[in-house]
């Protein structure tokens, strides 16, 4: 006979991205940040790549309706406390994860905006790039975009502030706009409500490049959220956590080093960061 257990306030996330089998962006990087923030992740898988440390060789979407079904299953399964979107993969998954967000909109949505992959290739099309602003921004609590996926997302505006006050007009209500790929020694990454800076955060520069560091952050970002922090905590933190994340980060293949998301378990590396 089973034993009974009771009840779990587990905060439960459920994460729409791409599976990646280097293990270092994507589904698993969703699951490793949620795991280590006390949280249980429930992956919808939204396409399958080829892809390693080094770039996305290739990658087929989910079906929609598989999509859909993988959703809804969990969702009358399970007290989901947020979503977070990552890689969509196809117009038709867009609308489904659409209507999913549409049903349930009481749940926070988290949106980490994949246009392309860490090594450039891409994995979005100019109208999927469509889809993410009419369908998914509109309906996402916080957006999470670098500064290349804001250009490409807000195309008419004339600068990283004018596409923070785009997307916001579009209808999420924060932004938090990063910028590690811009010049400099530091990251600075700034949050927008309400067509208003309300934060800016400089960050000390890693040498090197690194593999899923938006799936992190956006991630933490949910994980937070889902035990039921304000957006400003939430994001403040969740920097904080990707930070590290990246400072204990292992270089596993030939590429692009993989964030270590359990880094407070690994008693193996006892220097100061």
């Known amino acids: 006979m089973m034993k009974s257990t009771q009840l779990n306030t587990t905060p439960i996330v459920m994460s729409f991205a791409g599976h990646d089998p280097s293990g270092g962006a994507g589904i698993q990087a969703d699951i490793e940040t949620l795991m280590s923030l006390g949280c249980h992740c429930t992956p919808i898988v939204t396409a399958l790549t080829a892809q390693d440390s080094v770039n996305v060789k290739d990658f087929k979407a989910t079906n929609a309706s598989l999509l859909v079904e993988q959703a809804r299953a969990v969702l009358e399964d399970m007290p989901v406390a947020a979503f977070k979107i990552g890689m969509i993969g196809s117009v038709e998954n867009a609308e489904a994860i659409h209507t999913i967000i549409q049903e349930y909109a009481n749940i926070p949505v988290i949106l980490d905006p994949v246009l392309a992959a860490g090594g450039g290739s891409e994995l979005s099309s100019g109208q999927l790039i469509d889809a993410i602003n009419h369908l998914i921004i509109p309906k996402s609590k916080l957006v999470t975009p670098n500064t290349v996926e804001a250009r490409r997302l807000c195309r008419d505006a004339d600068s990283l502030d004018a596409c923070a006050q785009m997307l916001m007009d579009q209808g999420c209500e924060y932004v938090l706009l990063t910028g590690g790929h811009e010049a400099g020694t530091m990251i600075t990454n700034s949050l927008w409500r309400s067509r208003e800076k309300v934060g800016s955060y400089d960050w000390r520069r890693l040498a090197g490049d690194y593999h899923g560091t938006g799936c992190t952050l956006a991630s933490a970002c949910a994980g937070y959220i889902a035990h039921g922090a304000s957006i400003e ?16 980060a292992r270089r596993l293949g030939m590429g692009q080093a993989i964030p270590n998301r359990l880094f407070w378990s690994d008693n193996s590396d006892q220097s100061s960061h």
């Open 233 to 248: 905590s939430a994001v403040r933190d969740a920097q904080q956590f990707t930070w590290q994340a990246v400072a204990h």
